[in-house]
């Protein structure tokens, strides 16, 4: 006959242990997202806003825990919304850049998630370097203003 008293002491131990093991586990990766923003995703930022409020756009950031995002207009429209969202998974996160497109014509807002990497995307924030977010915002940044130039083509005719 089994001490059931014991069994379910054990069982419930055990659970308490696991799901500390998680919460500190949870706790280092939140850790690391804070560590990508500061060292890696602000900077970016500020380096592509300097550049920028020398050509005359207006450069919002909006940092929260697990996102930032880069907004970037003149006074008559927003030329890119950036965002990267942080996912966690295991004992690290991966970040996945999203951009907002809107279509004037329709009134609408898409939203097109990229990656920062060409090729295996197993790789995690630790491994994304301050240069290549500049490098990709940028791309999406001339991207964008290709996209608004082509649709300004087109209304005008």
């Given at each position: 006959?089994?001490?059931?008293?014991?069994?379910?002491?054990?069982?419930?131990?055990?659970?308490?242990?696991i799901k500390?093991?998680?919460?500190?586990?949870s706790?280092?990766?939140?850790?690391?997202?804070?560590?990508?923003?500061?060292?890696?995703?602000?900077?970016?930022?500020?380096?592509?806003?300097?550049?920028?409020?020398?050509?005359?756009?207006?450069?919002?950031?909006?940092?929260?825990r697990?996102?930032?995002?880069?907004?970037?207009?003149?006074?008559?429209k927003t030329?890119?919304?950036?965002?990267?969202?942080l996912?966690?998974?295991?004992?690290?996160?991966?970040?996945?850049?999203?951009?907002?497109?809107?279509?004037?014509?329709?009134?609408?807002?898409?939203?097109?998630?990229?990656?920062?990497?060409?090729?295996?995307?197993?790789?995690?924030?630790?491994?994304?370097?301050?240069?290549?977010?500049?490098?990709?915002?940028?791309?999406?940044?001339?991207?964008?203003?290709?996209?608004?130039?082509?649709?300004?083509?087109?209304?005008?005719?």
């Amino acid at each position: 006959m089994i001490d059931l008293k014991k069994d379910l002491d054990l069982f419930f131990e055990r659970q308490a242990e696991i799901k500390k093991s998680a919460n500190e586990l949870s706790d280092k990766v939140d850790l690391k997202i804070m560590e990508f923003i500061k060292d890696k995703v602000t900077p970016a930022f500020e380096e592509i806003k300097a550049e920028l409020l020398t050509r005359g756009r207006k450069v919002e950031t909006i940092i929260t825990r697990f996102s930032a995002m880069l907004i970037i207009s003149t006074a008559e429209k927003t030329e890119l919304s950036l965002n990267i969202k942080l996912n966690k998974s295991g004992k690290t996160a991966y970040a996945v850049p999203i951009r907002e497109i809107v279509d004037r014509k329709k009134g609408q807002i898409f939203t097109s998630q990229g990656v920062f990497r060409s090729g295996s995307q197993n790789y995690t924030i630790e491994e994304l370097t301050k240069d290549e977010l500049v490098k990709y915002i940028i791309g999406q940044y001339k991207d964008s203003l290709g996209a608004i130039l082509l649709s300004e083509i087109s209304e005008s005719k």
